[in-house]
């Protein structure tokens, strides 16, 4: 089966997420925290408000989610969503579909498990809805201290985010790999498919356009998968990727 009929459009991921509606740890309701070592994200509102937080190295910042509004962010940058209304429904929109939610992430737990291969890995695997919840809570536990840390300085802010930026990488480090792999199916094909037009269009050759096919997709009847942030329905139909960024044999 040829994987390219799995890729989106510059090779992006797409998913609609319901955010969660229950309280974490610290009595706000909404999804966890994590970073993406990778990729840049958009979330896009579609119904309902709430806000997100964003924490980087200059400090922590709260953007409000209303509808019609999008908010991007760069790999590294802390990003939890609030749903104190519990109607908040955003799309995710992804650079780099089939990194995100499958080895890329890495969620804001404390210490002693971030610096644990063996302990991450068994924190942020999920089986149903009530060990994504229960992987939000430790999230935030790890999360609140690095913005606690931020509130005392911001060198001490600082301090603790590179920590947590050194402990992220180490995890990483086996699935650069894949990650790569994913990227040149995806993004990079994309780039060179529309390159390859360019020089058809100026050697006056046309014939690539009959090659067009078009796809829909409507993932809402599905079931939903737990996330980070919420319930997914991912846009996609590609489940050639393991959680750690390997392909499938």
Request: aromatic share 8%.
């Amino acid at each position: 089966m040829d994987i390219r009929q799995f890729i989106l459009p510059a090779g992006i991921g797409l998913s609609h997420i319901n955010v969660y509606d229950s309280p974490g740890p610290d009595g706000l309701i909404g999804g966890g925290a994590h970073i993406h070592m990778v990729c840049s994200e958009t979330y896009y509102t579609l119904e309902g408000a709430g806000q997100i937080e964003l924490l980087s190295a200059q400090g922590l910042e709260t953007v409000d989610l209303l509808p019609a509004k999008a908010v991007f962010f760069r790999p590294g940058i802390f990003h939890r969503v609030l749903n104190p209304n519990k109607n908040l429904k955003i799309l995710s929109i992804m650079q780099n579909g089939g990194l995100p939610e499958r080895g890329d992430f890495v969620m804001s737990f404390p210490n002693n498990i971030l610096t644990s291969p063996t302990a991450y890995a068994k924190a942020v695997r999920v089986t149903d809805l009530a060990s994504a919840i229960t992987r939000r809570d430790l999230s935030i536990q790890g999360y609140a201290a690095i913005k606690q840390a931020f509130a005392v300085s911001k060198d001490d802010g600082l301090k603790a985010l590179r920590a947590f930026y050194h402990a992220a990488r180490d995890l990483m480090v086996p699935k650069v790999d894949g990650f790569e792999w994913v990227l040149k199916v995806g993004a990079q094909n994309e780039v060179k498919d529309s390159l390859d037009a360019c020089d058809f269009i100026r050697s006056g050759r046309t014939a690539y356009l009959e090659a067009a096919r078009h796809s829909a997709l409507y993932p809402l009847t599905e079931a939903s998968t737990p996330g980070m942030a919420g319930e997914l329905h991912p846009y996609s139909l590609d489940e050639s990727f393991l959680v750690d960024g390997r392909k499938v044999a």
